[in-house]
């Protein structure tokens, strides 16, 4: 062990001895919900969690040859999962080249996966994409034997592709993306209820047409249609744009009272709710689904690079992985996307036990107690080197700096110059506290002090002081 190491090791046992234990405090051990990217290259994810306890993901993957199916009894473990193969593209045929975007549905009781296929041979015909299910004949996905149910009979004989279906007021819909013949988009939404799987039970209603700036860099794309019941509103997130950084989600909201196939129920936000992020170094985030955690708090789906820059055709780019964090709500009840947290542990957020309002969160390199935004309120704890409890507290904005504590109380954001005294100060112990659902960040460094809200200001304070005390969420 290196010096430094030596004598953080000893200052974190130091630490640890000098922080009373109160009753039902633990030392919490930094081990992250899940870490991102979840999966590599698998784009397009859908993850669900089934009322069986167990997380289901299945995507594109890069190859477009096939169907394939994880399933975990966590969230994260569907990094590790065995991945099933359920079905392959055919040797010729109208389903023998591209296989992208599955998503996997339990209707009636049967197992029905939805994808969108196309003809191999090359040239523009590949790209005669349409919709269509396959079925399970038996009740465990991942073991039982997949066959084609049928092609989807959309309302044109176009490119159609990104389905999805949720039930609604008792109801299950379709929703999917494609070419309307007489308008000059790539694809645009439409939704309409089910009569059976492939079979539609209404006449389709078009949602939307891509023409905002942010949906037609490139192509004119709207897509990818996820659904989201929450707070008295139906969420719907698309992707829009070319599959590039530029590719991003965009929203449209209807009342759940409202009459969901009437096109004026649904209102479009005019601008990007998701967006590729150079800070967090997230490109073309999109294609996403909705799930929750262990705890049953929101989840978003989505697949994203961590490079702006693609030689080629970004379609054939095998870097869209899956990625998921938490998903926040306004205080009108909306959901706040935020942005793509960026490689590495969910990042979490810290209010103050004292004034929930003020939360852990900076301005620039400046530490406040404040919610300016989101992103600013986003901390991903690391494991730090002052022995297996310490960690280290980054801002997923500024994600080369960290927290370091002051002798002089003081608490800074400053990047890692390698020091001695960068190691030393940027430890932290974190303590849970059962019986007031609180968290302490312990300082290594300054003995007896602890992360603390004092007002708007972030300092230490005593480890027992009330503003030492964080809610996580
Ligand atoms: O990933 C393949 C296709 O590319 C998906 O179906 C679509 O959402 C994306 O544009």
Redesign the pocket.
């Known amino acids: 062990m290196n010096p430094i190491d030596r004598r953080l090791f000893l200052a974190g046992t130091a630490a640890l001895s000098a922080t009373p234990l109160i009753a039902r405090t633990r030392v919490e051990v930094p081990t992250p919900a899940a870490v991102n990217p979840l999966v590599k290259q698998r784009?397009?994810a859908q993850v669900f969690r089934h009322e069986d306890g167990h997380y289901y993901l299945t995507g594109?993957v890069p190859e477009y040859d096939r169907l394939v199916l994880r399933r975990s009894k966590t969230l994260a473990g569907l990094a590790t999962a065995e991945e099933a193969v359920l079905w392959r593209h055919e040797k010729t045929g109208p389903l023998s080249g591209f296989i992208?975007?599955p998503e996997l549905h339990q209707i009636d009781g049967r197992w029905t996966m939805y994808f969108?296929a196309g003809p191999s041979g090359g040239g523009e015909d590949v790209f005669r994409i349409r919709t269509y299910a396959i079925v399970c004949d038996g009740p465990d996905p991942m073991t039982g034997r997949w066959k084609l149910l049928g092609q989807f009979q959309a309302p044109w004989d176009s490119f159609n592709?990104?389905s999805t279906s949720f039930v609604h007021k008792g109801r299950r819909y379709f929703a999917w993306a494609q070419r309307e013949p007489g308008i000059e988009t790539n694809s645009n939404l439409y939704i309409a209820p089910l009569a059976s799987p492939l079979k539609l039970a209404a006449r389709a209603t078009r949602l939307t047409i891509p023409t905002l700036d942010w949906e037609t860099g490139g192509y004119k794309?709207a897509?990818?249609p996820a659904v989201l019941h929450r707070n008295g509103r139906l969420f719907m997130t698309y992707?829009a744009s070319a599959?590039d950084a530029r590719y991003c989600l965009g929203l449209l909201t209807a009342p759940e009272d409202a009459d969901i196939m009437d096109p004026d129920a649904w209102v479009k936000s005019q601008q990007p709710v998701f967006t590729s992020c150079p800070e967090t170094r997230v490109y073309g985030p999109g294609?996403n689904s909705f799930t929750v955690d262990e705890k049953g708090r929101d989840i978003l789906v989505y697949h994203g690079r961590d490079y702006e820059a693609i030689k080629g055709d970004p379609?054939f780019n095998p870097d869209r992985h899956t990625r998921v964090q938490r998903l926040y709500y306004k205080a009108d009840g909306t959901p706040d996307f935020g942005v793509p947290v960026g490689n590495g542990p969910l990042p979490e957020r810290f209010a103050s036990a004292v004034d929930p309002r003020a939360l852990l969160a900076h301005d620039g390199t400046r530490l406040i107690a404040g919610n300016p935004s989101l992103p600013a309120t986003q901390f991903r704890q690391t494991a730090g080197r002052a022995g297996p409890q310490s960690i280290m507290l980054s801002p997923i904005l500024l994600p080369d700096h960290y927290l370091l504590a002051g002798k002089d109380g003081s608490v800074t954001l400053a990047r890692n110059d390698r020091s001695a005294d960068f190691a030393m100060r940027s430890q932290f112990v974190r303590f849970s506290d059962d019986r007031s659902n609180t968290v302490r960040f312990v300082s290594i460094a300054v003995t007896g002090k602890a992360l603390a809200a004092v007002g708007k200001e972030i300092r230490l304070a005593g480890s027992r002081d009330a503003t030492a005390r964080w809610i996580a969420d």
Do not use: G, I, M
């Open positions: 784009a397009d594109s992208w975007a969108a592709l990104d794309v897509e990818a992707s599959t294609h379609l």
